[in-house]
């Protein structure tokens, strides 16, 4: 795959992967309903922060473990292959029927940049995010191109299309909010997502070095 092909996959996929509701879209909604705003966006903010130290984690350690180890990238691919077909079967087989916006308690204590500081924290301590981007953005990466700096700017664009999309659920919180949360929706998105989990989980494995 060349390169222009390979970032319209990856807008396509990142895309619709930002779209589904999850741990961050819940944060985001539940900061915007509950403490504002202003809030709100610093806990996108955060959020997006945590994927980036992800990202650069990924970038520099996936590069040159790849380019060592023939075994490395047989372990990686097989692994990450299998992960995204286990997520993929369970969002397709058990998609959730709600969006669940209590992600733990929401406080105006600790300073103002308190809700910052939470959207760091949940993204860096979920290794879920860290597995994903192993396993994901490589495949996006056309054969002669850097991995490392490729990997990067991948996630930096999940990260951008992050925000962007956290902008749009802040400005109209209660009418994007009330349709994401929807169960008919959280369960089209689940399994949308389960099928591009499968699908990218099936190239990874059938992928060669």
Same mark, same amino acid.
């Given at each position: 795959m060349t390169l222009a092909p390979s970032l319209i996959a990856y807008l396509f996929a990142a895309g619709l992967l930002t779209l589904t509701p999850g741990?961050?879209?819940?944060?985001?909604?539940?900061?915007?309903?509950?403490?504002?705003r202003r809030p709100a966006?610093? *806990?996108? /903010?955060?959020?997006?922060?945590?994927?980036?130290?992800? $990202?650069?984690?990924? &970038?520099?350690?996936?590069?040159? @473990? +790849?380019?060592?180890?023939?075994l490395a990238f047989t372990v990686?691919?097989?692994?990450g292959a299998a992960y995204?077909?286990?997520?993929?079967?369970?969002?397709?087989?058990?998609?959730?029927? *709600?969006? /669940?916006?209590d992600v733990g308690p929401t406080?105006?204590? $600790?300073?103002?940049? &308190?809700?910052?500081?939470?959207? @760091? +924290?949940t993204n860096l301590l979920n290794p879920k995010v860290g597995v994903f981007?192993?396993?994901?953005?490589?495949?996006?990466?056309?054969?002669?191109?850097?991995?490392?700096p490729y990997v990067f700017m991948l996630a930096c664009i999940h990260v951008v299309m992050g925000l962007i999309w956290s902008g749009a659920l802040i400005a109209a919180?209660?009418?994007?909010?009330?349709?994401?949360a929807r169960p008919d929706v959280v369960t089209v998105m689940d399994r949308?997502?389960?099928c591009v989990f499968i699908a990218f989980g099936a190239r990874l494995a059938l992928s060669r070095r």
């Open positions: 741990l961050d879209t819940a944060m985001v909604l539940r900061s915007a309903t509950v403490e504002g966006i610093l *806990a996108a /903010v955060g959020i997006g922060l945590g994927c980036l130290v992800w $990202g650069a984690s990924v &970038a520099l350690g996936l590069g040159a @473990l +790849l380019t060592a180890s023939r990686l691919k097989w692994a995204l077909l286990y997520l993929g079967a369970r969002l397709i087989l058990r998609p959730r029927r *709600a969006l /669940v916006l406080r105006r204590d $600790g300073g103002p940049l &308190a809700p910052l500081r939470r959207g @760091l +924290l981007y192993v396993s994901f953005l490589p495949q996006f990466t056309p054969p002669g191109v850097p991995m490392a919180t209660v009418p994007i909010g009330r349709y994401m949308l997502t389960g």
